[in-house]
């Protein structure tokens, strides 16, 4: 009787924890001892619509520029805040900015630096000079679902994530998560989505178009199957459970009991 105990005791706790090996949850799994990507171009955020920009303007005379910077300048020549924090722009669906003295400007589709350049150009002939410009994505977002232990949206302040980046914020994969299908929901330039699947226990996962995380992306981990099956459980058979796992401890009792 003992044995039938144990047996299906060790079967109920199997059923509840399912089967996970190193084999598993390891990411980056491959036999080499060391493993070198090719040389390719750094990742550079590309602004597109819907992102909310700052366009920090710095020139010999401040007073030309003060609107870009969001402050007032006043007679006497000195700086007054108009509002707490830089001044914001937004990108509108066709993907352009409507600066100060510029007017709508064609800033989607372009690099940080690359804007940077528009802006500069186009006001060099304003200011009689080449002014510093500094243009920065304040709402590079991303979220992360699923199997993590801290699910929910973030904000890179850099423009720049890795895939393991993302999970780290997210604090990891919990041991339910599936690591070689874990799907990332990417919105296109013509506003088409994107869901692809990637293997984080594959190291040429590094190599991959969808390594570095763009605004908007949402990275889904799906869960394995003992936490999906385990959601279909209802109440009253977990209630079972519960009543054979104290009859089989109470009928071990009395057994021993009797022997005596």
């Known amino acids: 009787m003992k044995q039938y105990t144990v047996l299906l005791s060790a079967l109920i706790l199997l059923i509840a924890t399912g089967c996970a090996t190193t084999k598993d949850v390891a990411y980056l799994q491959y036999a ?3 493993m070198k990507t090719e040389a390719r171009t750094l990742q550079e955020a590309t602004i597109k619509p819907k992102d909310i920009l700052t366009v920090n303007i710095q020139a010999s005379k401040p007073e030309l520029v003060a609107s ?11 700086y007054s805040s108009m509002q707490s ?3 914001t722009f937004l990108v509108d669906n066709s993907g352009e900015v409507d600066l100060p003295v510029l007017g709508l400007t064609k800033l989607g589709g372009l690099s940080l630096r ?5 802006v500069k150009k186009a006001l060099t002939a304003y200011l009689n000079e080449v002014p ?5 994505i304040q709402n590079y977002r991303y979220s992360v679902l699923g199997e993590v232990h801290k699910p929910g949206a973030f904000v890179s302040a850099n423009g720049k994530v890795t895939l393991f980046e993302a999970l780290a ?19 296109n330039s013509d506003g088409s989505t994107t869901i692809a699947t990637i ?12 390594y570095y ?19 279909n459980i209802s109440s009253g058979t977990t209630v079972w459970i519960s009543i054979s796992s104290i009859a089989l401890t109470v009928a071990n009792l009395l057994i021993t009991i009797l022997r005596r």
Do not use: H
């Open 114 to 118: 690359e804007a940077e350049e528009v």
């Open 132 to 136: 510093s410009v500094n243009v920065q």
């Open 213 to 231: 995380l763009q605004q908007g992306d949402v990275l889904y981990v799906m869960p394995n199957n003992a936490i999906a099956s385990s959601s």
């Open 169 to 187: 914020n997210a604090g990891d994969l919990t041991i339910y998560g599936i690591r070689d299908r874990v799907k990332i929901l990417r919105e």
């Open 32 to 34: 080499e001892k060391q």
């Open 68 to 78: 870009f910077n969001g402050i007032y300048w006043t007679p006497q020549q000195q």
């Open 85 to 87: 924090g830089m001044r």
């Open 199 to 210: 293997n984080l226990t594959d190291p040429e996962i590094i190599n991959s178009p969808y």
